[in-house]
């Protein structure tokens, strides 16, 4: 397979380091030669590549930017970036995946776990050994997770649950379960093993979107787990939020890599697609389409980029990670509505990458927080006056 090239039109390359852009071509490859060969079918037939959990952890994916002492590769936030960016150049539910894993369950349990929690489940999740999931979202508090449901109660040497949580990304073939639950009306992180008396993760089928990626709901009844599954350091909402965060960082770099798919097939099949005797890419509106496509995919590579640089310098604040978030979520959907365009009939196929991201697109948009939650995230933070209530 030809080896794929990616959008370097400012010559963005001459501003990553050898590390960066090693990390970033090993997973390219590994997308090219792994993943795009098979994702068609995973897609249609709605089932995740479990088999490639072995070598992602190989390559060090899981948790990447954690420390080498858990068995991450302790690479900085802007090699992070780039691997997701990678991974969904070949599916949002393979990024999903890797995003879960390390941005929503080794990274609450890095920060917020006690020692002996991190040094347990750390190596097991970097390695693949374990699978996991988070568990924020209720059916009735999706946006407004502050309103939750779910609760714990002390009952001797144990805590017990009940509750639900839906649309949770690996939730059926999760290893553990992290769950934020009010108790005492605090919310609070506790980690939930498969297999558990009361607690069950049935398959959520029928989705449009994101059907290479497991979706699950977590029910729990009277779910009674020992003390110390609760993750001892988070305190309140702000506990969930700051995983977020760490989550919402990844997206806005992934999203890059649909846009990279997008572009890179609409460009190629415009080139060679012959109506009124020429090829389409001759033809003024469809040069402006790939125009307005490359120019939103060298603005979000800048943008992020730069989030990058922040977050290893330890200046980043979540608001700008809500409106990379947004930005390029809104402009990656566009690209992939232009390229499906394009590519005319073509573009319903799955011959084609398109319509698959396009569809996938729909889901990121909204999960993660919504277009409109992290446009009032921008709006409280540039006014000071919150507008969520
Ligand atoms: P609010 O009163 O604003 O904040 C409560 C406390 O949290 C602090 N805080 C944050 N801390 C860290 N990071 C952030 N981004 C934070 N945002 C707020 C805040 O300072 C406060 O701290 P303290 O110490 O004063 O208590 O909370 P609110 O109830 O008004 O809600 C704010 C809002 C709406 C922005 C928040 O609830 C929100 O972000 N809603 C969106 C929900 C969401 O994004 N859910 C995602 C679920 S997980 C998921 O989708 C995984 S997809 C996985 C995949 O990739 O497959
Ligand atoms: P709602 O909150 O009901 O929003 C519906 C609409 O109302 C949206 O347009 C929203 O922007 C708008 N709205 C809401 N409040 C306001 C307001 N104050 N002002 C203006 N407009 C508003 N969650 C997890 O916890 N873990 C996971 O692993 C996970 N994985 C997911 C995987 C998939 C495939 C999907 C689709 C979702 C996943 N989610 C997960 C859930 C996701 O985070 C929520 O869907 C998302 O936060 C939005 O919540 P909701 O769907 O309940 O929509």
Known sequence: MQNFIGVDYFDFDSLLNEEEILVRNSVRDFVSENLIPVIEKHYEEATFPNYLIPKLAELGIFGANLPEKYGCANLNNVAY???????????????????????????????YGSEEQKDYWLPLLASGKKIGCFGLTEPDFGSNPGGMITRAVKDGNSYVLNGAKMWITNGTVADVAVVWAKLDGVVKGFLVEKGTPGFSAPETKGKFSLRASVTSELIFQDVRIPLENLLPKADGLAGPLGCLNQARYGIAWGVIGSMLACYDSALNYSKT????????????????????????????QFMTLQLGRLKDAGKLRHQQVSLAKRNNCREALEIARAARDIHGANGIANEYPVMRHMCNLESVKTYEGTEDIHALIIGADITGIQAFR
Request: charged content about 20%.
């Open 81 to 111: 970036g780039l691997i997701m960016q990678e991974l969904e150049r070949g599916d949002s539910g393979i990024r999903s995946f890797a995003s879960v894993q390390g941005a929503l369950v080794m990274y609450p349990i890095f920060t």
């Open 273 to 300: 697609r012959i109506q009124f005797d020429k090829p389409i890419a001759s033809f003024q509106i469809i040069q402006d389409k790939l125009a307005k496509m490359l120019t939103e995919i060298v603005k979000a």
